[in-house]
């Protein structure tokens, strides 16, 4: 039982790093996926993990175990985010007609917003552009 309150600790942990890093509407890509990328990237990692109690949007009434201020937790926002910028990019190349046009304006939007005052998601939009850069040279 304490492997699962680790597990959901920095699922909930990471629903917070997407809404710092990215904003509200990121954590309606929270996948079981990344948070097992957070908790390898922190096990192989000297640093602390800090645990607070706090609400959670799912049940705001009850206050969970949440982990955070973790190199992992960021490291799997950054890839989560970055890992569903190249989902859209393809699916708007592979699909003609109303879908491509609506994750084209979706991705404007997110785009737009970022730009606000997003450092992460400038950080992970110079990564995959330097990335597109260096494939396109071969």
């Given at each position: 039982?304490?492997?699962w309150?680790?597990?959901?600790?920095?699922?909930?942990?990471?629903?917070k790093?997407l809404?710092?890093?990215?904003?509200?509407?990121?954590r309606m890509?929270?996948?079981?996926?990344f948070?097992?990328?957070?908790?390898?990237?922190?096990?192989l990692?000297?640093?602390?993990?800090e645990h607070?109690?706090?609400?959670?949007?799912?049940?705001?009434?009850q206050?969970?175990?949440?982990?955070?201020?973790?190199?992992?937790?960021?490291?799997?926002?950054n890839?989560l985010?970055l890992s569903?910028?190249?989902?859209?990019n393809?699916?708007?190349?592979d699909?003609g007609?109303?879908?491509a046009?609506?994750?084209?304006?979706?991705k404007?939007a997110?785009?737009?917003q970022?730009?606000?005052?997003?450092?992460?998601?400038?950080?992970?939009?110079h990564?995959?552009l330097?990335?597109?850069a260096?494939a396109?040279?071969y």
């Amino acid at each position: 039982m304490r492997e699962w309150g680790e597990y959901r600790s920095y699922y909930c942990g990471l629903c917070k790093e997407l809404k710092r890093e990215y904003g509200f509407t990121s954590r309606m890509l929270l996948n079981y996926d990344f948070v097992l990328l957070a908790l390898l990237a922190d096990s192989l990692s000297d640093e602390p993990c800090e645990h607070v109690q706090e609400c959670c949007i799912a049940n705001p009434v009850q206050k969970r175990c949440i982990s955070c201020n973790t190199k992992g937790l960021s490291l799997a926002a950054n890839s989560l985010v970055l890992s569903c910028a190249y989902k859209v990019n393809d699916d708007i190349q592979d699909e003609g007609g109303f879908k491509a046009y609506s994750l084209a304006n979706a991705k404007a939007a997110a785009e737009k917003q970022k730009s606000q005052g997003g450092r992460a998601f400038a950080t992970a939009r110079h990564c995959a552009l330097s990335r597109d850069a260096k494939a396109s040279r071969y």
